[in-house]
């Protein structure tokens, strides 16, 4: 199997750029970039190539720059699978709530729904169709604009939205809907759930403004009480919570039934 560097020396070669035209080019880089970091020296490139040496990022950047390289390409030369970042990400479970940030999905072909041999009237099992995707991550949307959108990840301790919200779930969050709503639904599901940043970390739930307080309510079912977050207590508001993807078997909460530990 051919080296990553191997097959970098093989590119430069097909350019036809000697180990000081990389070099000369990785200090021009360096001085737009103001850091010596991105200088690639005769003399690491030649390990680079020959020896096994592996770039840092900031050569990895200078690399890409030079031989017009796609960054996820010469990462997966060298082992490190950026396509699924995601999905390695969400077999770590991690305690408090947080915010996920996902790369904005690009222009993918995949099969879409319509084009498929299932009835959209009725409850699908979709597995082979996964197997026919491959691993997309985000990717399937399409026709969807995810411009605006970033993700959240219910912390596996939080239960403060449980049950519309399980411990566990991925959230998509609209950034262009953080007026916080006065009014308009009817039930608890119509009812928008708001994604917040504030001085501990993050948290969710049904957001109220009391003059210049911001009330943050979660669901009766999780037995927390209200928080009331003052104007000047640092709080934001990312947006709301337009979708969700989540295991509907949570696990047995703990002894404790308070979620996402946060403070004024």
């Not at 890409?64 to 030369?77: P, Q």
């Not at 319509?114 to 009835?119: R, S, V």
């Not at 104007?231 to 295991?247: E, H």
């Amino acid at each position: 199997m051919e080296r990553p560097g191997e097959k970098l020396k093989r590119v430069r070669e097909k350019l036809g750029l000697t180990y000081r035209d990389v070099e000369q080019a990785s200090r021009q880089i360096a001085a737009r970039r103001g850091n010596d970091e991105f200088i690639i020296a005769l003399s690491r490139l030649a390990d680079i190539e020959n020896k096994g040496t592996a770039p840092t990022i900031h050569r990895v950047y200078t690399l890409c720059a030079i031989y017009r390289l796609d960054h996820e390409e010469l990462l997966r030369w060298y082992g490190v699978p950026r396509n699924l970042l995601e999905s390695e990400a969400a077999q770590i479970a991690l305690p408090g709530t947080h915010a996920v940030q996902f790369t904005q999905p690009g222009n993918t072909n995949v099969p879409r729904i319509e084009d498929c041999e299932i009835d959209l009237n009725k409850t699908t099992f979709l597995s082979h169709l996964v197997r026919q995707w491959g691993k997309m991550a985000l990717r399937f949307l399409n026709d969807v604009d995810l411009r605006p959108l970033r993700y959240g990840f219910i912390g596996m301790d939080d239960w403060s939205m449980f049950p519309v919200l399980h411990p566990g779930s991925l959230v998509a969050i609209d950034q262009s809907r953080r007026k916080i709503a006065a009014g308009g639904w009817t039930n608890e599901l119509e009812r928008p759930i708001y994604f917040l940043e504030h001085r501990g970390g993050y948290l969710c739930g049904w957001c109220s403004t009391v003059g210049t307080k911001l009330l943050v309510q979660p669901h009766p079912a999780s037995h927390q009480q209200p928080i009331i977050f003052e104007s000047d207590a640092g709080i934001d508001v990312i947006g709301q919570v337009i979708g969700v993807a989540m295991i509907l078997e949570s696990r047995k909460r703990g002894s404790t039934r308070h979620g996402t530990k946060v403070q004024d």
